[in-house]
């Protein structure tokens, strides 16, 4: 597939995503759909439907090799898809981040920011710092 074809697929996943079209996004994945291009502010799919909890887009684009710890650089949209699922107390996407292998101790920013479990902490959202304790996340002294 050309280089053109496939960002424009990924143009469309990152829409299908927002519209939360859980048919689309399988359909555009298995057309070559790169589920790691980020959209022209620089949201990745993943960080979009982690952010928005939903856990089974989330699934579809880690199974198609979306990685669980890309950092989204969107204007408001910045962040891990875990920090960002943990931040609103969205269980099921954090579990589904987890069991393809987020780090539970990532912090956003390139290392410098707050960690899912602070974000969980913040919430405060006590099923998902479970999750993430439960995890291995370390939280701050």
């Known amino acids: 597939m050309n280089q053109r074809k496939r960002k424009k697929l990924s143009r469309r996943l990152c829409t299908a995503v927002l519209l939360r079209d859980r048919t689309l996004v399988k359909a555009l994945l298995r057309a070559g759909a790169?589920?790691?291009r980020a959209n022209s502010e620089g949201t990745t799919?993943?960080?979009q439907a982690s952010v928005n909890g939903e856990a089974e887009i989330a699934r579809l684009l880690l199974a198609a090799g979306a990685s669980p710890d890309a950092e989204s650089s969107g204007l408001g949209a910045e962040g891990t898809p875990l920090?960002?699922?943990?931040?609103?107390?969205?269980a099921e996407a954090?579990?589904?981040l987890l069991v393809h292998g987020a780090d539970p101790n990532l912090h956003e920013d390139h290392g410098t920011g707050l960690s899912p479990l602070?974000?969980?902490h913040h919430g405060p959202h006590p099923e998902t710092v479970a999750l993430?304790?439960?995890?291995?996340?370390i939280p701050r002294r």
């Open 34 to 36: 790169d589920p790691e």
């Open 45 to 47: 799919p993943l960080y």
């Open 83 to 90: 920090c960002a699922a943990a931040c609103w107390g969205h």
């Open 94 to 96: 954090v579990r589904e």
């Open 118 to 120: 602070d974000w969980a």
């Open 132 to 137: 993430l304790v439960a995890a291995g996340a």
